[in-house]
């Protein structure tokens, strides 16, 4: 008899802990992403790819310029990766044993000068147009872009005439928003801001030739190893992560 009991007690035990299980709820993971300001849009169509094939995973992203957000992690910010529009600042956090894996390259970044679509400014023409009051770029101390734009300005002659005009934003998608608000006439911008379905129809732009400043090569680097951090990594840097920067304008490594 007290074995039938001992095996009645097993097997109820055995059905209590499978109807536990059946109620259990997926755990989920938020990986927590510093990216450049220059892929606003293009991360938030990411964002919702990749959690359909990844739904045990939610990205939440905070978008700046690089510089800062490599002197924040340097400071102990709690990211778990980090896009960067500028090789540099992830490769000197891996030299300097702040990552967690090789530092890779995902895209490279295309500046151009962009008006609103109510400017009668062309925008091919509006850098050299005197009437041009303000034009807004980012700030080259800290962000990529604007040492890109400072580049090119330099290049076409044209940076002694602005540099009275200049407008420094904290970030590349801050000049994209002075120009959208009024506040500058012109801005150089990144091309996967001017570019995205988000901005179409709200201005023009003119693409600055890439032979005036240089390749803004854009790497990332894992900083707190994770499954959910070599997933994205792979997602991105893979054919459904090239296909979607892409279509926002960036170059793909090598290119």
């Not at 990986?31 to 790819?49: G, K, T, V």
């Not at 939610?58 to 990766?81: C, E, K, T």
């Not at 090569?217 to 792979?234: M, P, T, W, Y």
């Amino acid at each position: 008899m007290r074995s039938t009991r001992n095996l009645g007690a097993s097997a109820i035990l055995a059905a209590c802990s499978l109807c536990a299980g059946c109620g259990r709820v997926p755990q989920t993971h938020t990986l927590s992403i510093a990216a450049a300001a220059d892929l606003q849009f293009a991360l938030e169509e990411a964002s919702r790819s990749f959690h359909q094939a990844h739904p045990d995973t939610q990205l939440r992203v905070a978008y700046g310029s690089s510089g800062n957000f490599y002197a924040q992690i340097r400071n102990g910010a709690p990211f778990d990766l980090f896009l960067s529009a500028d090789a540099q600042y992830p490769r000197t956090l891996a030299h300097d044993g702040l990552a967690a894996d090789a530092v890779f390259s995902y895209a490279a970044g295309r500046i151009v000068v962009w008006v609103q679509s109510s400017s009668p400014l062309d925008p091919a023409t509006a850098l050299r147009d005197p009437t041009v009051r303000h034009v807004a770029i980012a700030n080259p101390a800290h962000a990529p872009y604007g040492r890109a734009a400072e580049a090119a300005l330099r290049a076409m002659g044209l940076y002694d005439s602005l540099q009275a005009k200049l407008v420094l934003s904290e970030n590349i998608s801050q000049a994209f928003q002075f120009v959208q608000s009024g506040a500058a006439d012109v801005g150089i911008v990144a091309l996967s801001l001017a570019s995205a379905p988000a901005a179409r129809g709200q201005g023009r732009y003119w693409e600055v030739p890439a032979e005036t400043y240089p390749k803004m090569e854009q790497c990332g680097v894992i900083l707190k190893d994770s499954a959910a951090a070599r997933q994205f990594r792979d997602w991105l840097t893979g054919p459904a992560g090239r296909a979607l920067l892409l279509r926002y304008g960036f170059s793909l490594p090598g290119e």
